[in-house]
């Protein structure tokens, strides 16, 4: 038992629920799963808990929504009594939040860690599930919760060669746990989305020499990234119950104005000063939200876009580099926009050099670096910031499988269909936290969470009241709310970029639109009113 968490239980031990991943999900389920008096059995891969911020240490990690949002809202003396210290939360500091949380709320013995769960199968004459581990053991259920993340598959790109490399090589979201000195060292970084906009900079700052691998490039927004002010922090505490209530309420999990203009019902004057302010304040909301159209037509999205790129084009002082740095290939905000401290600047400086790879791929690493179509690079570390198999790839990886033995993984061959993002047709008493059909990775995570997870145990709690134990989404809810997911999703621009999102970044993967755009406000509304109406569209049954 290390930590106090949870020795491996004897395999066979049977749970009400088992849980797979302690991180924001994984803690808040045996939160919420303990008060209604249910055993818990919580099973972790890594050494911590955390999730995504136990994993993704690299220099520069930080969360791009801010600090006072990105947290737990369910117990006030909680929220009340954590100080963050910055504006945006470094990984460090939210590792060591959920760590505390860990430990106030007494979860840890619930949690069985450096175990990787290998297959979930539902056994139909029990009604529960059988979940076997990396360990060898099996254990039983009867409830089987998901909260395995969204972003927790890595990607490392088969480039040829890489086990000939002498240098040393880590991927952002399996960084060591020791810090990594890049100082004399020539290094290279590939991917350039969020990640790679984080660890660059910090990067150039330490390295003799960088050189920045880019396929794509991304639009980035600044985050004016400081010390918390107190002042803020003191008055949205004495608010903060009626503020997370509109972030519930909100479109992404934040409380913030919306827009009541087009873009056309403004002059080019009022909406450069308008695009101005909101790059002014920082962080990618404002922008997004400044006209209502602007994620919804193409002539609208320029006028932001453009506005970026101009941004890029003042920061940038080789004019050949900065045109590399504009994207062009996705309507702004389509693409997970990135929030960045001091990005652009940093291809100013003498040790940094961007490599385009859309014209010169790379071929394959080599026992000295790396060689393009059209050159070598000498180079002794290489990063990967080459993202994940987003919101599908840690369910696909476990071999999961429901009633007739139907696999998971074969039924979404063609992408995923969920209802509400909560259950999958055919897999009883399996629920997925923040899975493909809900906005999950559109909003404040956290709030999106914690909806779920009110929603699964509120679920659970009407199922014990009314003596059910089973609950499954029909077919015929599942393929409407599937279309419907659809449906808004193609209102917007968002299915036109070749993003995360929509799996386009894993080849071979189907490209569908995952989350739903819909919003997180209406979109907890319509889970309530499933809820209130008998749970329309689940089977329920003892
Ligand atoms: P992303 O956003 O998926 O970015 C991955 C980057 O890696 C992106 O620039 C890719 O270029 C690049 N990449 C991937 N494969 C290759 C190859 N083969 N050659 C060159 N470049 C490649 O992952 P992040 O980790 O940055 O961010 C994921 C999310 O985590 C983020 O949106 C936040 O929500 C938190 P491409 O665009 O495919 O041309």
Redesign the pocket.
Known sequence: MANGTSAPAPTGTHYDAIVVGAGFSGLYLIYQLRKLGMSVHVIEAGAGVGGTWYWNRYPGARC?VESMEYCYSFDDALQQEWQWTERYPQQAEILTYLNHVADRFQLRSAIELNTRVTAAHYQESSKTWKVRTDKGTEYTSTFCIMASGC?STV?V?P?PGIERFKGTWHH??RWPHTPVDFTGQRVGV????????QVIPQVAAQAKHLHV????P?FSVPAHNGPLDRDYERDLKARYAAHRQAGRESMFGIPCDMPTLMVNQASAEEREAKFEAAWAYGGATRLLLAYMDLLVTDEANDTVANFVRNKIRAVVKDPQVADLLCPTDHPLGT??I?VDSNYYATYNRPNVTLVD??SS??EEITATGLKTRDANYDLDVLVF????D?MTGSLNAIDIQGRGGVKLKAQWEDGPKTYLGLMVSGFPNLFTVTGPGSPS?LSNVVVSIEQHIEWITNCIAHLRAQGLNTIEASAEAQEKWVQHVTDVGNTTLFPKA???YTGA?IPGKKKIFMPYVGGVGPYAQICSDVAQKNYEGFVLSA
Do not use: E, H
């Open positions: 791009d972003l990607r790109p480039f952002t979201a590939i991917g350039t989305g969020s990640t790679g906009i691998f880019q396929r794509t991304n693409k997970r990135c790879v859309r791929p790379i910031a080459t993202g994940f987003a990775v070749n993003s995360w970044n």
